[in-house]
């Protein structure tokens, strides 16, 4: 049975007979897999505090002919979200995004295909999560680049309609999902991104999540884009996820 070491980020885990885990965990080298960790619902487990989504981690699995599941053996934090644990204030936003940036990766990541790009981002933002990054402009900065991984951002560069500059912000029509300039815009309706969201989104093309410290994000042009950005994320996974409305709920009562 071949033995693989490699980097990975945990996605989720959900509970397999009286005391396992199935493990959902993206690679760096080998993409997506799903793995046994045996015993790690039993509180002396090995596995116990290294599971948690969007956990950075090396690893160890070996593969069986004919399984689709690979067995565990063991998962080594380089970085975790449970670093954010007790810091006033940022804990249960952090610990909420770590799951939606997580959830997002596990929907667009193919399974065992390599995709180092998608593992890069993913560890970037669970880094600048653990060094209390501010989590709004993150996950922001996660989603465009999501996005943009699998070409389906829209274009920023110039209007569709008439070839013009977003000088005046830029505007997604109701049940369209690119970016007009406000003069091909329709006069009501639609999301809004204003010229500040749009300069965030630049800075962000050039920079790593690092980087943002100088780009500063007022709230409400986090919220455009995040609009704009679920919009997207829906239309492309035809659904929406559990996490982000989970964290819909943590911003209501904080
Ligand atoms: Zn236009």
Known sequence: MPVYTDDALILRTYKLGEADRIVVFLTKERGKKRGVAKGARRARSRFVGTLEPLTRAGVAYYE??????????????????????????????????AEYFA?????????SHTDERLYRLGASVIDALA????????????????????????????????????????????????????????????????????????????????????????????????????RLIAVHLEKELKSARVLREIARTT
């Open 64 to 97: 069986r002919e004919q399984r689709d599941l690979v067995r565990i053996n063991y998962v080594e934090p380089q970085q975790s979200p449970l670093a954010a644990v007790g810091r006033e204030g940022q804990d249960a936003a952090a610990l909420g995004h």
């Open 103 to 111: 959830e997002l990766i596990d929907e667009w990541a193919p399974e």
């Open 131 to 230: 060094s209390n990054a501010p989590v709004a402009p993150l996950a922001r900065y996660f989603e465009f680049w999501l996005l943009r991984l699998q070409g389906v951002y829209p274009s920023l560069a110039r209007c569709p309609d008439c070839g013009g500059a977003f000088d005046g912000g830029a505007v997604m029509p109701p049940r369209e999902h690119h970016f007009v300039c406000g003069r091909c815009g329709p006069a009501s309706g639609g999301t809004r991104v204003s010229i500040s969201a749009l300069q965030f989104l630049r800075t962000a093309a050039a920079a790593s999540p690092e980087g943002l410290a100088g780009a500063p994000l007022e709230s409400a042009a986090s919220r455009e884009l995040e609009t704009a950005h679920r």
